[in-house]
């Protein structure tokens, strides 16, 4: 979560409308609680004011996180935003469609019949989980050196994370600086590893470029490098996104527990699949590889001690109950057919990027997600934080970062076309963005600074 200081603007009052504020006796303070209470509408107007400055979510181009939902399905959902799934006890009807919840993931990634999965507040969670898994399996097996991690520098923030946070090295390896390639050469993550490493993490569509890994190659390097080595090192596949669009979009790829080399596996149900935000897995291939030392049996909250697994406690039972109702309402014919609708549009944007004359990054086709930047030789007078800007005037939120290391001097855009971003949308886009390029292309002299503002990955 973000780390916030002290602000110079806490010290006004907050000044409500008097349309619907009328005479109000007291200060209403901004950042401490004021000595009496005023009404619940009053206090949800003003809110609501504050939030009008926040932009428009469907049209945040930036945002993996799904942004749109089933009216009945959302409504639903509400009505268990303040049960505590923790409470297995006084919730067991919501822990048992938790229960189904991670059992459909698992038949998904084609899990055998004793894996272990949970569900998490993310993928975020879900990494953490993984990587501390992984850290005991290396110390019960005897090892006493600096555990370490390969992943490649594309990876989502959350890896650094873990392993800031786990005493774990990070070894982080440069991205190629072709576009469209997969950002973990098997090649040199064999150069990378040595008897202190605990995992190698591929990602099943990168945030930056939307490019999936070759975790099949990966796999067979890994077992080539134990028949030849001894080493026996598993891989994680970070699916934050690819996990709820490849089985429906590429379902002849195998990239899942259908390698034996897969140990685990994360995604977020808060994306592609579908679900309001607070919803992650991570799945292992046997019960055996979640160490027993890292969970705990809980009852607290009373009843029979259940064995639980997290680095939270309390959690709505909201987003996974959405979960459950969404994949009883869409079942695999109706994923197949919204990847597919993800697919178009992201094919809709980048034919219209490519027809202005920038370089794809993503071209949509692996993950459903247009990533574009500037030709090198490229003598327009403007960047894309100008074209940003642009479009920002429309309401559309244009993300605009450098690349990881290896490629770190690139600028790119992306587009991520999920469900909330519908081809009549896509189109409204295209139109924007033609008007944008026109008029920043007739602008003449040079252009005003465009400061690119930070975009979260996920």
């Known amino acids: 979560m973000t780390v916030h200081t002290r602000h110079a603007q ?16 007291t200060e209403i303070p901004r950042a401490h609680l004021g000595e009496r209470g005023i009404g619940a509408e009053l206090a949800a107007s003003i809110v609501a004011d504050e939030l009008l400055l926040d932009g428009n979510a469907r049209l945040n181009l ?14 639903l959902a509400a009505g268990t935003a303040r049960v505590n799934i ?32 949970v569900a998490t507040t993310g993928s975020s969670e ?15 097996r005897g090892g006493t050196g600096t555990p370490n991690l390969v992943y490649s520098a594309a990876a989502h923030p959350c890896w650094d994370k873990a392993c800031r946070y786990f005493d774990v090295e990070p070894r982080r390896l440069p991205i190629p600086t072709t576009p469209g390639a997969p950002a973990l050469d098997p090649a040199v993550v064999r150069a990378a590893i040595d008897e202190d490493t ?20 990966l796999a067979q390097m890994l077992d080539r ?11 994680h596949v970070d699916a934050a996104s690819g996990g709820f669009t490849v089985p429906f979009s590429h379902p002849e790829l195998v990239w899942d527990f259908g390698l034996e080399r897969v140990v685990s596996i994360n995604a977020s149900g808060h994306k592609y699949a579908g679900a309001p935000l607070g919803l992650g897995f991570v799945a292992w291939r046997h019960d055996e590889l979640l160490p027993d030392h890292l969970c705990f049996d809980v009852n607290l909250l009373g009843g029979q001690p259940v064995k639980s697994f997290s680095l939270t406690f309390s959690r709505p039972a909201a987003p996974i109950i959405a979960a459950y109702t969404t994949m009883l ?39 459903p997600l247009v990533a574009f930047s500037l ?7 403007w960047g894309l934080e100008h074209l940003s800007a642009k479009l920002r005037e429309k309401g559309w939120q244009l993300p605009v970062y450098a690349l990881p290391p290896g490629a770190e001097d690139v600028l790119v855009a992306r587009v991520t076309c999920r469900a909330g971003l519908s081809a009549d949308l896509a189109h409204r886009l295209i139109a924007d963005l033609d008007a944008a390029v026109a008029a920043l292309d007739a602008h003449e002299g040079g252009h005003p600074d465009a400061p690119i503002e930070g975009f979260h990955q996920a």
Do not use: K, M
């Not at 990168?206 to 190659?217: A, C, E, F, K, W």
């Not at 490098?225 to 891989?235: E, I, P, Q, S």
């Not at 309402?329 to 197949?336: A, F, I, M, N, S």
């Open 62 to 75: 930036a945002t993996f996180c799904a942004t749109v939902g089933e009216p009945v399905i959302d409504a």
């Open 329 to 367: 309402r869409l079942g695999r014919e109706g994923y197949t057919s919204l990847v597919a609708h993800e697919h178009e549009v992201a094919a809709l944007v980048a034919e219209a990027v490519v027809r202005h004359g920038f370089t794809l990054w993503g071209d949509g086709r692996q993950l």
């Open 86 to 117: 923790t409470n297995q006890d006084e919730y067991p009807a919501s822990v048992e469609i938790e229960r189904r919840l991670c059992a459909i993931v698992a038949n998904l990634w084609h899990a055998p019949a004793d894996y272990a999965a």
């Open 198 to 217: 605990i995992a190698v993490a591929a990602t099943l569509g990168y945030p930056s470029t939307g490019i999936l890994d070759d975790v099949h190659g």
């Open 375 to 381: 030709p090198v030789a490229s003598r327009r007078s």
């Open 225 to 235: 490098l134990h028949r030849d080595t001894g080493l026996d090192v598993g891989l």
């Open 126 to 140: 879900a990494i953490q989980l993984a990587v501390l898994a992984a850290r005991q399996r290396y110390r019960e």
């Open 10 to 25: 806490v010290d006004r009052a907050l000044a409500p409308s008097p349309l619907y504020a009328g005479c109000l006796e």
